[in-house]
């Protein structure tokens, strides 16, 4: 059945809002009737609203799906262990959650389930919760007669990548804040109080020093068309994204950004990291290395990584081992490669994939810490600077009027 969203008043007038199975909008209805309920609007359920949102801004969100994404791994993971049933336990949890989007799609996946649908086929229609590595390790979970087990391992990955994003907003968290309130003080200053103390010096009728008129033409230039500003970072940021989804372009934009001075080589590290973690946790999970390299090649997230993929995995297909491979493309360093051949050699090729993943995100947090301690007292050079300049440009004339007294 379907799953309905609905909003309603009881007979106390109170505000009910909730979701339920109906076979028909009509059925969904009757039901709410049939609890005494004056409907306001039944409508089916779409846990993957948000297009435009999802489009503008891709990893809105991102942290709180992998939080809900290793709850509903850890869980369902649980309570397949002790012996209940799959449906029972998407119901069950569905039931227990205190997200409604998140119930929602519970309740969808179990009903598809309860038809008949395969689990990996049932989370394929909610990719915004359950990506193309989530469905994958599942299906194979599946044929393996291994969900349980496959499940544990993807929260543990998913638990993973929620700590590589959380290290990234906290390292950007202090930078940021201070970008804002820099934007915002010297807007205000330029806005408010500078204007009125450019008429109170042009009032006294004696020529401004260049620092003034510079501010000036400024606090104007900015009072009048700071909307003009705003719209322009929006199509920026807009046309930027758009960019983006033309293969061609994306894949010279990652092109550049590898071979940008410093951010290129950290850039690079990330890239691999992912790359070794996703393949690790798809052999952990019975995922052939063909299909591993195929999977990772459309989620690893740079373009030049991903067609250098494509090619190793086509020499693989013709019976390459993985590091020869990844040595004709020169685009791995030595040190990984080596790496894979002590894997590939003694069969552990998995592990040594996540010990790649592990090193590298310890060098990425390392460098990242490092440049952000570097960062910090620049932004704060840079804010110093802007807010000097306005107070010599204000002070100046009023100091060559107090020599003329």
């Not at 719209?231 to 061609?248: D, Q, Y």
């Amino acid at each position: 059945m379907p799953v309905y969203e609905f909003q309603a008043y009881d007979v106390a007038g109170a505000a009910v809002r909730g979701y339920l199975d109906a076979d028909s909008p009509s059925a969904a209805r009757e039901y709410l009737r049939g609890r005494a309920l004056h409907i306001v609007d039944v409508r089916e359920s779409d846990p993957n609203r948000g297009t435009l949102s999802r489009f503008l801004w891709p990893r809105f969100g991102r942290t709180r799906r992998l939080e809900q994404a290793v709850v509903v791994s850890t869980h369902l993971a649980a309570l397949l262990r002790a012996g209940v049933p799959l449906v029972e336990a998407l119901k069950a949890m569905a039931e227990q959650t205190d997200d409604r989007k998140l119930g929602a799609m519970l309740r969808d996946v179990c009903e598809k389930v309860g038809q008949g649908w395969p689990l990996s086929d049932a989370i394929s229609t909610h990719p915004l919760y359950f990506d193309g590595i989530y469905t994958n390790m599942v299906r194979s979970g599946e044929a393996a007669g291994n969900l349980e087990g496959v499940l544990s391992q993807l929260a543990v990955f998913c638990r993973r990548r929620l700590w590589v994003v959380n290290r990234v907003i906290a390292a950007l968290t202090y930078p940021a804040v201070v970008v804002c309130i820099a934007i915002t003080v010297l807007a205000v200053l330029l806005t408010v109080f500078v204007p009125r103390i450019i008429e109170v010096l042009q009032a006294a009728g004696r020529p401004l020093p260049l620092p003034t008129v510079i501010l000036m033409y400024t606090s104007d230039i900015v009072g009048r068309y700071w909307w003009a500003f705003v719209v322009g970072v929006a199509a920026l940021a807009v046309a930027l994204r758009w960019l983006m989804t033309v293969p061609k372009w994306r894949h010279r934009v990652d092109q550049l950004l590898l071979r940008l001075p410093v951010f290129g080589p950290l850039l690079k590290k990330e890239v691999i990291a992912r790359f070794a973690s996703v393949l690790a946790a798809l052999l952990r999970s019975g995922i052939s290395l063909l299909d591993g390299l195929g999977i990772a090649e459309r989620v690893v997230g740079n373009r030049v990584l991903a067609r250098a993929l494509a090619h190793i995995r086509g020499r693989v297909a013709e019976g390459t081992s993985l590091a020869s491979s990844m040595r004709a493309d020169r685009v791995f360093p030595p040190t990984v490669t080596a790496m894979i051949v002590a894997g590939e050699q003694s069969g552990d090729l998995a592990d040594v994939l996540q010990q790649i993943a592990d090193s590298y995100n310890e060098q990425i947090e390392v460098a990242t810490q490092r440049a952000i301690s570097l960062l910090e007292p620049l932004l704060i050079v840079v804010m110093a600077t802007g807010v000097g300049f306005i107070v010599l440009a204000i002070l100046l004339p009023i100091l060559e009027m107090s020599d003329v007294l």
